[in-house]
């Protein structure tokens, strides 16, 4: 698969108070500056590194070994599509699909009455795809992210895709996750097997410690981040999926991952995807939306 001679131009700016061109921790981006958020967005990879609401730290982890293009970024929240993993597609093709190493452009830049900015921004077309994405950020006292996928063509097209979040957190061993219980889940560790949750998620992988890689089906939209150390809480609704995966490499995997290493305590992945048996299968003509919404509070 390889971009379009169509490939877009970069505006060399953004002609809306409260969004410019500039650099975040060494890319390219595009910087929001609301009332109520700070965000920056990278132009590489459509790649959403930092969402700051007024008052409060980070939502998102960025490693601090993130590496330069063409590699792809590690933190903030990937973009994946129009495969998770490698799923149905063969080895000489990347992980994770196309997008999060291409350079995408703005398509537009709006203010809202309430003062929140909505951006617009795509990647180049793909020769050979005729699936179309483009993601609309909304950034304000919540941070909306949306995937539209569109068929272009003349057949139906079955996809996978998934926002790959990561979520900044004091440490990982000491959260809940909650809005799972009882959900049947697919664990990585246990080679895929089955298994049904009981209670808040939380660490409790004795055989390799911090590790999750856990996909939940059929799940339904609306989850909690609680972090006691850090007195706040994260809400997570998604709308358009029903998939949820749970991810954090753990220690032994992260020493192996020259981007996270010792900093693995830092974060905790939350994806909203469709993704395994639950692809998306888009009739002609048809658009599909994938939405996560995202807001950041104290703990009661």
Avoid at 57 to 68: F, M, Q, Y
Avoid at 238 to 266: F, I, K, S, Y
Wanted: charged share 20%; with cysteine.
């Amino acid at each position: 698969m390889a971009e379009s001679a169509r490939t877009p131009v970069v505006p060399s700016d953004v002609s809306l108070p409260g969004v410019r061109l500039g650099e975040y921790a060494g890319y390219a981006a595009v910087l929001v500056e609301t009332p109520a958020a700070t965000a920056a967005v990278a132009l590489h990879g459509g790649h959403l590194l930092s969402y700051v609401p007024v008052g409060q730290t980070d939502v998102l982890w960025l490693s601090p070994g993130a590496k330069p293009p063409p590699h792809a970024i590690r933190g903030g929240v990937p973009v994946i599509w129009p495969y998770f993993g490698r799923q149905g597609q063969p080895e000489t093709l990347p992980s994770h699909g196309f997008v999060r190493t291409l350079r995408w452009h703005v398509v537009s830049a709006t203010r809202e009455d309430d003062g929140a900015i909505r951006l617009v921004l795509a990647p180049p077309p793909l020769a050979g795809l005729e699936l179309d994405l483009t993601m609309e950020l909304r950034v304000g006292d919540t941070l909306e992210q949306t995937l539209v996928t569109r068929n272009r063509g003349t057949h139906e097209i079955a996809f996978s895709q998934a926002m790959h979040t990561y979520f900044r957190v004091s440490d990982v061993s000491r959260v809940q996750v909650q809005g799972l219980e009882g959900l049947r889940y697919l664990d990585k560790n246990d080679g895929y097997a089955a298994h049904v949750q009981r209670g808040d998620w939380v660490l409790d992988e004795p055989r390799d410690p911090g590790r999750s890689d856990r996909i939940y089906t059929d799940a339904p939209g609306r989850y909690r981040l609680r972090d006691p150390d850090a007195d706040r809480m994260i809400d997570l609704q998604v709308d358009g999926g029903r998939t949820l995966v749970v991810w954090n490499p753990g220690e032994a995997g992260a020493a192996r991952m020259d981007d996270v290493g010792g900093a693995w305590r830092g974060f905790l992945c939350l994806e909203a995807a469709n993704a395994g048996a639950e692809l998306v299968e888009l009739a002609p003509g048809a658009t599909h939306r994938l939405t996560q919404t995202i807001r950041s509070l104290p703990l009661p």
